[in-house]
C-alpha cells in the first residue's frame, strides 16, 4: 500500500445478506411454532346460528337431526365416525356426560357406511339424543369442521358459542367445554 492511499472496504451486496434473514425468520418461526402450546383453531362461527341442515338419522335410529332440534337449550354437538380413532377416546366421556343429564348431547356422524355407527355406538355406549348422518359430508362442511371429532357448544338461541377441535380429554372437559355450557345455562335461567 502506498503511503497516503486510502484503503478500499468491500460493499456487501443486500442479495448476500438476503439467504441469512430469510435463514434467521425461517429459524424464528420453527421455533415459535415448536414452542407454542396454544393449538386452538378459530372458527368463523363463534357466535353465529348453526349452520341450516336436515339430516337423517343413521341407520338403527328414528330420529335425525336438524337445526331446529338445537334451539331452545343449550347443548353440545358432536361431530364423529366409527373410523375415528380419536372419537374412542372421547367417548367414555360423552357417555358419561350423558349419564349425568346436565346438557344433551347431539351427533353428527360424519361419512360412515351404512350399520357402522350403531355398531360403534353398540360397543362404545350411545350418548346421543338424536344423531344425523352426514352421508356426504356437506353439513359437516357447513359447520367448518377441519377434522374427526369436533365438539360445539350451542346456546339456547342456536347459535354456536363454543368448538372444540379434536378429541378431548377430562381436562378439557372440566376446565374448556362444561364452563361454557354452565354459564349459557345460567344465563338462560335453565
Known amino acids: 500500500m502506498t503511503a497516503g492511499a ?12 438476503l439467504p441469512i434473514v430469510i435463514f434467521a425468520g425461517l429459524a424464528t418461526m420453527f421455533f415459535w411454532g415448536l414452542f407454542n402450546n396454544d393449538d386452538r383453531l378459530p372458527s368463523t362461527l363463534i357466535g353465529k346460528p348453526v349452520p341450516d341442515f336436515d339430516l ?5 335410529r328414528s330420529d335425525g337431526l336438524t337445526t331446529a332440534d338445537l334451539a331452545g337449550e343449550v347443548s353440545i354437538v358432536n361431530v364423529w365416525a366409527s373410523w375415528c380413532v380419536p ?5 367414555p366421556l360423552l357417555v358419561e ?12 356422524n360424519h361419512r360412515d357406511p351404512p350399520g357402522a355407527a350403531l355398531a360403534f355406538l353398540d360397543e362404545l ?26 365438539t360445539f357448544v350451542i346456546d339456547g338461541e342456536g347459535r ?11 381436562r378439557a372437559l ?3 367445554i362444561l364452563p361454557v355450557v354452565r354459564r349459557l345455562q345460567a344465563e338462560d335461567g335453565t
Open 6 to 17: 486510502q484503503p478500499t472496504r468491500r460493499r456487501i451486496s443486500p442479495l448476500a445478506v
Open 56 to 60: 337423517p338419522p343413521i341407520e338403527g
Open 87 to 91: 372419537c374412542r377416546v372421547e367417548m
Open 97 to 108: 356426560l350423558a349419564a349425568a343429564g346436565s346438557v344433551p348431547i347431539y351427533g353428527i
Open 125 to 150: 355406549g350411545d350418548p346421543y339424543t338424536r344423531i344425523g348422518a352426514d352421508r356426504n359430508g356437506r353439513a359437516s362442511i357447513d359447520w367448518g369442521v377441519y377434522g374427526l371429532p369436533e
Open 160 to 170: 354456536i358459542a363454543y368448538k372444540h377441535v379434536g378429541a378431548f380429554d377430562r
Open 174 to 176: 372440566e376446565e374448556e
